[in-house]
């Protein structure tokens, strides 16, 4: 089995859609989705209730001609907490380095909600919902958790495919890799448009693992001379006054 993430292109936040640079990236992204489905045969795809999700799914689905199934979890990862250095609430994973790096137990998978920031939000149940709901739909195409692996109950090569956002996306992988989210939040970056693919291994008959074969790719901007948008990411150098800060 196969599961390709894709996250969404350039936001326009304001109206919950893409610019016209976002157009583009969907549009790249959707041949690219289309190679795809030539070679493996994509058999259902998933897509955020947010906007800016559903209208970079819409050309890969349009030259496909399928239509997605809208998830409610596979929105923006939303819990709002009160970041250390500041009283505005912000997003859960969006932390300063010299904040976030003091507390151990964001480096420990099953500590990593212990910290009084997350708890005092709804961090952890979030999280717990995303997980069992990302879980369902694993066992519905043929592979039920156990522990930290996935019991075969349909062996099956299906390909699916994931519109969401980069919050969301490295929960995903947190669960599915078994490592917190924090290192996956402040340590990679999924730039828009950006395609991450999973693949399943069963060494042992009837025992499946996933493993990620590639993450936040962009070759199909690149091959169409397309610069990567700089959604997502923070200044490489603080005096870099045209690139985004805090």
Not at 36 to 42: C, L, N, Q, T, V
Not at 192 to 219: H, M, P, Q
């Amino acid at each position: 089995m196969r599961i390709i993430i894709a996250r969404h292109g350039d936001p326009n936040y304001e109206i919950d859609s893409l610019t016209e640079v976002g157009w583009k990236e969907a549009e790249l992204l959707s041949e690219r989705m289309l190679k795809y489905h030539d070679k493996y045969g994509i058999k259902d795809i998933y897509v955020s209730p947010l906007g800016r999700a559903k209208d970079t799914a819409s050309k890969t689905l349009e030259k496909l001609n399928m239509k997605a199934t809208e998830c409610e979890w596979l929105r923006e990862f939303a819990p709002r907490i009160h970041r250390p250095d500041t009283q505005k609430l912000k997003n859960a994973w969006d932390w300063l380095p010299e904040d976030w790096t003091k507390e151990k137990d964001f480096y420990d998978v099953e500590k990593w909600t212990n910290p009084s920031a997350m708890n005092e939000s709804d961090v952890p149940n979030e999280y717990k919902w995303v997980c069992e709901e990302f879980d369902n739909l694993l066992e519905k195409h043929g592979y039920k958790r156990e522990n930290n692996y996935y019991r075969v109950e349909n062996a099956n090569d299906d390909t699916i495919v994931l519109f969401c956002h980069f919050g969301l996306e490295c929960v995903l992988l947190s669960h599915l890799l078994h490592v917190s989210p924090m290192i996956l939040w402040h340590g990679f970056c999924a730039p828009t448009s950006s395609v991450t693919l999973l693949y399943t291994e069963e060494r042992r008959k009837g025992i499946a693992s996933f493993r990620a074969n590639c993450f936040g790719d962009t070759s199909h901007l690149y091959v169409a001379n397309q610069e990567p948008s700089f959604s997502a990411r923070f200044c490489e150098m603080y005096d870099n006054e045209d690139e985004r800060h805090d």
